[in-house]
């Protein structure tokens, strides 16, 4: 094993995260706001509890998503710099525009001021009307002078504006520059926090490849036993499929529509739950009101072990010790499974859709319960070795697992 393996996602991160120079300086502002919160959230809930037991594998993990989420971060930081670059730039060239346009009306008005001096006796502008020719060039004369007296006012008044304007740019071009600073600040922060988190990950490396042969045996019994509770949960799940089937014959005196093996039969009620099941993908709340997902749904490479690959059923959210999970909609309580290290897990139908709340300590419901959205239905597990509170959520269309990413909020 070899750190040059390591740093191929993160490498591969940096050229995907080239697609926000698209965005917005609002979204990038967004978007870094949030990768500050999720920095927090990181340092809060993986590396503030002092663990019990040094577990090289599980510290590489959590620093792997430290160091992820802080290049995003930086990208993302670099990105809103260089739109605020280019704003700058047509800001000052918009001022100078502005600044030569105060200046050609300035210079405009004073010759006019100038001109009207020599001229702005009452006895001159009398004997104006006077050696009129006729009445009506002498109306035509009045008005001229009320139009040029108007005209002088305008230009006045258009010069007060474009001072106005000229302040304000100013003002707007010296806000830039200060967030620009401060971007600037922060982003060299990063980088050099990244670098701190990236020599504890060499050493972290170090350690791994001394006992490679230790902590590659006991991931690959890890991964088999979550195999082996993965099957008993699908087994449970067909199991209470077929029963649930077979009560809605019964109460329909056997006048169902056939049906695929290990798929629900629908009630109205149920059809329309599903439905709008269905109409809340990419809606539905988070099953904790705080957390951060440290592993994700499907086949994924071991950022340790080439060749080793691990299988996200769902997704592994961390959260703070004693928090709870809750309902991502209305439904019944299909049953609460015990695995035999005496964690619980809640299955709450949905329709056809089965949401499933993993590695809870205690449990609020049980089976048959109606269930509404946000409720409470038990406490999660915190680990005592690792002091880390983790709840596996997992969703399923009948027996098919889906990844809960696309159905919950994006945050």
């Given at each position: 094993m070899k750190s040059k393996k390591i740093y191929i996602p993160i490498l591969i991160f940096f050229l995907s995260v080239f697609s926000?120079?698209?965005?917005?300086?609002?979204?990038?502002?967004?978007?870094?706001?949030?990768?500050?919160?999720?920095?927090?959230?990181?340092?809060t809930l993986l590396f503030n509890e002092k663990k019990?037991?040094?577990?090289?594998?599980?510290?590489?993990?959590?620093i792997n998503k430290k160091i992820e989420v802080r290049a995003k971060l930086i990208s993302t930081i670099n990105s809103e710099a260089k739109i605020l670059s280019k704003e700058i730039g047509v800001n000052e060239a918009e001022l100078k525009k502005l600044n030569k346009k105060l200046v050609d009306l300035k210079k405009d008005y004073a010759d006019m001021i100038f001109k009207s001096y020599k001229s702005k006796?009452?006895?001159?502008?009398?004997?104006?009307?006077?050696?009129?020719?006729?009445?009506?060039?002498?109306?035509?004369?009045?008005?001229?002078?009320?139009?040029?007296?108007?005209?002088?006012?305008?230009q006045g008044e258009e010069i007060v504006v474009k001072t106005n304007e000229v302040q304000q740019m100013n003002d707007s071009l010296l806000f830039q520059k200060r967030v620009k600073d401060t971007l600037i600040l922060s982003e060299k922060q990063q980088k050099k926090e990244i670098e701190s988190d990236k020599k504890n990950q060499e050493k972290l490396i170090t350690t791994i490849k001394k006992k490679e042969n230790k902590y590659k045996k006991e991931l690959q019994n890890k991964i088999k036993e979550e195999k082996r509770v993965v099957a008993k949960i699908d087994k449970k799940i067909r199991e209470e499929i077929a029963r649930a089937n077979r009560i809605a014959r019964e109460k329909l005196k056997n006048k169902t529509k056939s049906v695929k093996k290990n798929e629900f039969i629908l009630?109205?009620?149920?059809k329309a739950l599903a439905t709008?099941?269905?109409?809340?993908?990419?809606?539905?709340?988070?099953?904790?009101?705080?957390?951060?997902?440290?592993?994700?749904?499907?086949?994924?490479?071991?950022?340790?072990?080439?060749?080793?690959t691990v299988n996200g059923t769902g997704l592994h959210i961390v959260t703070k010790h004693g928090k709870e999970a809750k309902a991502i909609f209305n439904g019944n309580v299909l049953n609460v499974l015990l695995s035999s290290e005496g964690r619980k897990n809640v299955l709450i139908q949905h329709g056809n859709y089965i949401s499933s709340y993993n590695n809870l300590e205690k449990t609020y419901v049980k089976k048959g319960d109606k269930i509404t959205t946000g409720q409470k239905i038990g406490q999660i597990f915190t680990d005592k070795v690792?002091?880390?509170?983790?709840l596996i959520f997992v969703l399923f269309k009948n027996t098919t697992r889906l990844n809960p990413s696309s159905w919950i909020l994006k945050r």
């Amino acid at each position: 094993m070899k750190s040059k393996k390591i740093y191929i996602p993160i490498l591969i991160f940096f050229l995907s995260v080239f697609s926000v120079f698209g965005q917005t300086r609002k979204q990038l502002e967004a978007q870094r706001k949030k990768l500050n919160k999720e920095i927090k959230q990181v340092n809060t809930l993986l590396f503030n509890e002092k663990k019990k037991e040094k577990n090289a594998l599980e510290d590489l993990k959590d620093i792997n998503k430290k160091i992820e989420v802080r290049a995003k971060l930086i990208s993302t930081i670099n990105s809103e710099a260089k739109i605020l670059s280019k704003e700058i730039g047509v800001n000052e060239a918009e001022l100078k525009k502005l600044n030569k346009k105060l200046v050609d009306l300035k210079k405009d008005y004073a010759d006019m001021i100038f001109k009207s001096y020599k001229s702005k006796s009452q006895q001159s502008r009398t004997m104006f009307l006077l050696s009129s020719q006729n009445f009506y060039q002498a109306y035509k004369r009045l008005e001229y002078m009320k139009q040029y007296t108007s005209f002088r006012k305008n230009q006045g008044e258009e010069i007060v504006v474009k001072t106005n304007e000229v302040q304000q740019m100013n003002d707007s071009l010296l806000f830039q520059k200060r967030v620009k600073d401060t971007l600037i600040l922060s982003e060299k922060q990063q980088k050099k926090e990244i670098e701190s988190d990236k020599k504890n990950q060499e050493k972290l490396i170090t350690t791994i490849k001394k006992k490679e042969n230790k902590y590659k045996k006991e991931l690959q019994n890890k991964i088999k036993e979550e195999k082996r509770v993965v099957a008993k949960i699908d087994k449970k799940i067909r199991e209470e499929i077929a029963r649930a089937n077979r009560i809605a014959r019964e109460k329909l005196k056997n006048k169902t529509k056939s049906v695929k093996k290990n798929e629900f039969i629908l009630s109205p009620e149920a059809k329309a739950l599903a439905t709008k099941f269905e109409l809340n993908k990419g809606k539905l709340p988070w099953p904790v009101n705080e957390g951060i997902i440290v592993r994700r749904f499907g086949k994924q490479p071991h950022p340790s072990f080439p060749g080793i690959t691990v299988n996200g059923t769902g997704l592994h959210i961390v959260t703070k010790h004693g928090k709870e999970a809750k309902a991502i909609f209305n439904g019944n309580v299909l049953n609460v499974l015990l695995s035999s290290e005496g964690r619980k897990n809640v299955l709450i139908q949905h329709g056809n859709y089965i949401s499933s709340y993993n590695n809870l300590e205690k449990t609020y419901v049980k089976k048959g319960d109606k269930i509404t959205t946000g409720q409470k239905i038990g406490q999660i597990f915190t680990d005592k070795v690792s002091k880390k509170t983790k709840l596996i959520f997992v969703l399923f269309k009948n027996t098919t697992r889906l990844n809960p990413s696309s159905w919950i909020l994006k945050r």
